[in-house]
């Protein structure tokens, strides 16, 4: 077990070690390694740690500026979904154990059992990119088509509506999602992962006592960049149907998905930038997801803590300031 003097930094600094709520559990990225802790119904403590390859060190071209977005975008989300699989396995949903279908023996036999949970995951990633593309960009543009086609709007007066229509359709979302009783353990875990890399951040030891104090609200979130995702989206579309005049829309939706890559790409260079420094500019692009917050993140008990404290402290490298951002 570390000690709480290797659990804090000694000056205060940004890191880039970031994390991610899970089924009654929590992931922490570091620069080396990733963990998942999860707390089983018995209370015990289960840990998985495994050496992380950063894309950029397997192929460096990937770690270009304005490449590298979209596939550290995709890479996030398989480790997503690859440990929230893993931590709703000691959760199921019936006491007796399923006998697996048909479907999934054939995968098993085809691909063996490792290939087959990592097709599983690829299609699960794939199924939530495509929801949210539908959610977010296709179902706003449909939504705004359908009243220009009843009451003819100038071009820049469907750009607004489009843009207005996906914010409130993001922020509904969330706020459905806050609602649900097993989703909201989920987001007090959140808050947990949150308050454990405050704390750390600011040269304390790593102690239930000193992260339940911290905010729950930190401007590198995830809720932030898609918040951000969301503007940069509507900024760049209103330019270009500012030139390009598209009032089909099915047109405008190809044109949505073509633009996909380009939003990623500046939105996580744009998070890069604003992670790094704090003054007026960056002050402004967080404040709307650190209000966003509000319902992604919640106090969490100090069974959560401990398990952000275990899940981050596994990840902390051995070199000092290696995880600065």
């Given at each position: 077990?570390?000690?709480?003097?290797?659990?804090?930094c000694?000056?205060?600094?940004?890191t880039?070690i970031g994390?991610?709520?899970?089924?009654?559990?929590?992931?922490m990225?570091?620069?080396?390694?990733?963990?998942v802790?999860?707390?089983?119904p018995?209370?015990?403590?289960?840990e998985?740690?495994?050496?992380?390859?950063?894309?950029?060190?397997k192929h460096?071209i990937l770690?270009v500026?304005?490449?590298?977005?979209?596939?550290n975008?995709?890479?996030?989300?398989?480790?997503?979904?690859?440990?929230l699989?893993?931590s709703?396995?000691?959760?199921?949903?019936?006491?007796?154990?399923?006998?697996?279908?048909?479907?999934?023996?054939?995968?098993?036999?085809?691909?063996?059992?490792?290939?087959?949970?990592g097709?599983?995951?690829?299609f699960a990633?794939?199924l939530g990119?495509?929801?949210s593309v539908?959610?977010?960009?296709?179902?706003?543009?449909?939504?705004?088509?359908g009243?220009a086609?009843f009451?003819?709007l100038?071009?820049w007066?469907?750009?607004?509506?489009?843009?207005?229509?996906?914010?409130?359709?993001?922020?509904?979302?969330?706020?459905?999602c806050s609602?649900?009783?097993?989703?909201?353990?989920?987001?007090?875990?959140?808050?947990?992962?949150?308050?454990t890399?405050?704390?750390?951040?600011?040269?304390?030891?790593?102690?239930?006592?000193?992260?339940?104090?911290?905010?729950?609200?930190?401007?590198?979130?995830?809720?932030?960049?898609?918040?951000?995702?969301i503007?940069?989206?509507?900024?760049?579309?209103s330019?270009?149907?500012?030139?390009?005049?598209?009032t089909?829309?099915?047109?405008?939706?190809?044109?949505?998905i073509?633009?996909?890559?380009?939003i990623?790409?500046?939105?996580?260079?744009?998070?890069?930038?604003?992670?790094?420094?704090?003054?007026?500019?960056?002050?402004?692009?967080?404040?709307?997801g650190?209000?966003?917050q509000n319902?992604?993140?919640?106090?969490?008990?100090?069974?959560?803590?401990?398990?952000?404290?275990r899940?981050?402290?596994?990840?902390?490298?051995?070199?000092?300031?290696?995880?600065?951002?």
């Amino acid at each position: 077990m570390t000690n709480e003097k290797d659990q804090s930094c000694a000056t205060p600094y940004k890191t880039m070690i970031g994390g991610q709520a899970l089924i009654e559990g929590i992931m922490m990225l570091g620069p080396e390694k990733k963990a998942v802790v999860v707390r089983k119904p018995d209370g015990e403590l289960v840990e998985q740690v495994e050496e992380r390859v950063l894309i950029k060190d397997k192929h460096p071209i990937l770690g270009v500026p304005f490449l590298r977005g979209v596939f550290n975008f995709c890479s996030s989300l398989a480790n997503g979904v690859k440990a929230l699989m893993y931590s709703a396995s000691f959760f199921p949903e019936d006491e007796e154990p399923e006998e697996p279908s048909k479907f999934e023996l054939w995968l098993d036999k085809r691909l063996g059992s490792e290939k087959a949970a990592g097709a599983v995951v690829t299609f699960a990633v794939v199924l939530g990119i495509l929801f949210s593309v539908v959610l977010f960009f296709l179902l706003p543009t449909a939504l705004a088509g359908g009243v220009a086609y009843f009451f003819p709007l100038p071009m820049w007066g469907r750009n607004l509506l489009e843009g207005v229509v996906r914010i409130v359709i993001f922020m509904g979302y969330l706020v459905l999602c806050s609602r649900m009783k097993d989703i909201h353990r989920v987001f007090e875990y959140h808050g947990a992962e949150h308050k454990t890399i405050f704390c750390y951040e600011r040269g304390e030891a790593l102690t239930v006592e000193n992260v339940r104090k911290q905010p729950r609200h930190h401007p590198r979130c995830g809720t932030s960049f898609l918040f951000v995702v969301i503007v940069v989206s509507i900024l760049l579309s209103s330019v270009l149907f500012a030139f390009v005049h598209v009032t089909n829309t099915f047109a405008r939706m190809g044109l949505h998905i073509l633009l996909l890559p380009v939003i990623v790409s500046i939105t996580y260079e744009l998070n890069r930038l604003v992670g790094k420094y704090d003054n007026a500019f960056t002050r402004i692009v967080t404040a709307p997801g650190l209000w966003l917050q509000n319902w992604t993140t919640f106090e969490p008990d100090d069974s959560m803590i401990e398990v952000g404290i275990r899940a981050f402290t596994l990840v902390l490298p051995e070199e000092k300031g290696k995880d600065e951002w």
